[in-house]
């Protein structure tokens, strides 16, 4: 597996200068699907990190998690992509800052509501932004129909409705899953303006000077225990290096409205780790629901594929 400082973009990415991407029908039809193997490698990294963390919390607070995270992440991304400061425009810096900011925000508003709800429920209702998003960058009607059948899932995961949930928590994990819609956005700008994963360890370390003041205030000299770095280094590596990577590479050569759509299952995979992790038992409708998404999911990439494009619109 490559890293962050090898992992340079394909040729058939779009750059400011470069060539357009190869169309599915040409003979690099065969690597039209690496981009959907990347998010939904993401995706598995993610949820994982996130079940080690909910585990940490006891430790550090939810804040004191975050900090640990962007840290982490902003260091080992600084010292792998060693990335240039050199030879980027205002607006290119502009767009780091704000995918930064952005970042910082959806790692807050995600952990506060994991410290309130279950895993599960809470990944359900972030979800939800990427799945608005795939409704309003989708251009064709069939996007609207998968869109629907993973917005059904998402709903049956969460038992049809989420009146036993904690509101502030629900509101929390709304507000993720609108920083996440946020972030696709920008996580596909930053692509395009900066080399490799170069843009993508600025905005980390954005995010994570954004955060630091927060971390600092809730958790004080907890941050510094041995143990407590180490798990917190796990789970930037796990939640933030890996799936960020992944993701941004892909959104090189993905529409936003098949990557948003690919985001629905991040529910199921998260009921997985909780179930490995956390001891969350699966139940049966939680298992049909998870058949939706993924139902919904294969769907939007078998239209990405029929479309013979895997050039990311602009949004």
Known sequence: MTTPSDAAAPSSAPTPTGPAPTPAGTPGRRGSLGPVGLVLA????????????????????????????????????????RPRLRGHSRTDWGTVVLFGLTMAAMNGLFYQAVDRIPLGPAV??????????????????????WAGLALAGV????????SDLDPLGVAFALGAGAMWATYIVFSARTGRRFPQADGLAWAMAVAALAFLPLGIAESGTKLLDPTTVALGSAVALLSSVLPYTLELLALRRLPASTFAVLMSLEPAIAALAGFLVLD??????????IALVIGASMGAVRTQVGRGKAAMPEV
Do not use: D, K
């Not at 919390?57 to 840290?71: D, E, F, H, N, Q």
């Open 280 to 289: 969350q038992a699966l139940t049966t409708t939680e298992a049909a629901a």
């Open 42 to 81: 993401g995706g598995v990294s993610v949820q994982f990190g996130g079940a080690l963390a909910v585990t940490l919390m006891p430790r550090a607070g939810a804040l004191g998690v975050v900090t640990l995270r962007l840290l982490a992440a902003a260091l080992v991304m600084l010292v792998v992509c």
């Open 124 to 145: 359900t209702l972030e979800v939800l932004g990427p799945l608005a998003l795939s409704v309003i960058a989708s251009r064709r009607a069939l996007n609207l129909v």
């Open 155 to 162: 709903f049956l995961l969460g038992g049809g409705g989420f």
